[in-house]
């Protein structure tokens, strides 16, 4: 249900950008898509898939007492914005000495987002 839209708003970058910007946040949150300029034309659903292969969350899950998600969830988490957010998943995939182009890495981040962090 997602996917047309998403390739939609990839044909019409610009133009979606744009109508973003000027559209008022009911209607962002409305759009199944809705995400911050950082996520923007990404693919959710790819990032997702990185994020099970990467297996990004066993690590988390051993350092929140087997809560995975808790990482993101946490009061004290690290990740208070969407460039955060970008700059700590690029960190992690690093750590896992694992190469990604950049926008694979913009993917998992906006899995991340959609899933957890909801940044506008
Ligand atoms: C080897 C262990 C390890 C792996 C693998 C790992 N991480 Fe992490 N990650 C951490 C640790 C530890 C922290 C918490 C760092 C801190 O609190 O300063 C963290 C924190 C994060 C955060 C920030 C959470 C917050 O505080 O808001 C994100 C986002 C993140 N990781 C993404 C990923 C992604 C995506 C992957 C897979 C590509 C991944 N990590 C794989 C260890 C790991």
Known sequence: MIRPLCSMRLTVHGG???ALLTLGSAALAAAPGAEPAEFHGVNVAR????????QCASCHAQRMMGQAAA?????????HNARQLLAFTQMCVTQLNHELFPDEVRDIAAY????????K
């Open 71 to 79: 990482m993101y969830t946490r009061s004290d988490r690290k990740v």
């Open 112 to 119: 991340l987002n959609q899933t957890y962090y909801h940044f």
């Open 47 to 54: 990032g997702q898939q990185f994020y099970t292969e990467l």
């Open 16 to 18: 979606a950008f744009a």
